[in-house]
């Protein structure tokens, strides 16, 4: 028996012949022992698993693709679009320019709108616009558009040391987490690419991130699931690596 079982079981008797007059019907010291040992095995466990669904939650992607469409025949290529306008629709336009840049970046044929529509260009009308953008040498526009905000309440259930000894054990404490509901938000953001020269929609796409904290996760994780959606459908043609 390990030096720390021994000990407690030493001090056990050691206060049960003190108080004899106390103990009202005869106790095993050692059930005591394995529901203390249990308890703080539980403890780590739990510990454990916060941190791994810490880990988790910074690791696993929250947004996922709801639905898409693409023109038929339509393809994105390197050298059909040059020059590509890129486009956030958010009523922040704080949101807007950070959502703008972070696509930018992704590729150097997408210029962020805001660098080249000034004051005077924002509330242009459709053929206004359409003039303007064959003017300056875009061959397409790639959109991002914050189209719904959908709120919904769920309850996650509490969690107990598994088979039956779980419930017997959460009478001593520590073993029993009781269940809570929380609120989710879903964002759906709708995605496209229209081209210019044609006047019309390529493709266009829906996705949903639950939860987002973070402007900059949440484009990126909109824009990956984007990608992986358009090669699938062979809209993004994507050429072989050259050796």
């Not at 916060?50 to 393809?75: E, I, N, R, V, Y």
């Not at 609120?183 to 229209?194: G, P, Q, R």
């Amino acid at each position: 028996m390990p030096g720390i079982a021994k000990t407690c079981v030493k001090k056990f008797w050691s206060w049960t012949a003190k108080n004899k007059d106390k103990v009202l019907c005869t106790i095993n010291p050692f059930p005591t022992f394995i529901e203390t040992l249990t308890f703080l095995k539980m403890k780590q466990f739990l510990l454990f698993m916060s941190l791994m669904g810490s880990m988790m939650l910074f690791s696993c992607s929250s947004t996922t693709m709801q639905s898409s469409w693409k023109a038929p025949g339509a393809s994105y290529t390197k050298e059909q679009f040059k020059k590509v306008m890129v486009v956030a629709l958010f009523k922040d336009e704080t949101t807007r320019r950070i959502a703008e840049d972070k696509i930018a970046a992704k590729n150097p044929a997408f210029h962020a709108s805001y660098m080249s529509l000034g004051p005077d260009q924002q509330n242009m009308d459709e053929a206004t616009f359409k003039e303007f953008v064959k003017k300056d040498g875009y061959d397409a526009v790639l959109t991002l558009h914050l189209v719904d905000v959908q709120s919904s309440t769920s309850y996650v259930p509490g969690t107990y040391q598994g088979g039956y000894y779980g419930w017997y054990g959460m009478n001593y404490g520590g073993f029993y987490s009781p269940g809570y509901y929380t609120e989710d938000k879903n964002y759906i953001i709708e995605t496209n690419v229209f081209s210019v020269s044609q006047d019309k929609l390529l493709w266009s796409g829906v996705t949903s991130t639950l939860n987002p904290t973070n402007i900059n996760r949440t484009i990126d994780e909109v824009w990956d699931a984007v990608i992986t959606r358009m090669k699938k459908e062979k809209f993004l043609v994507v050429e072989p690596v050259q050796k």
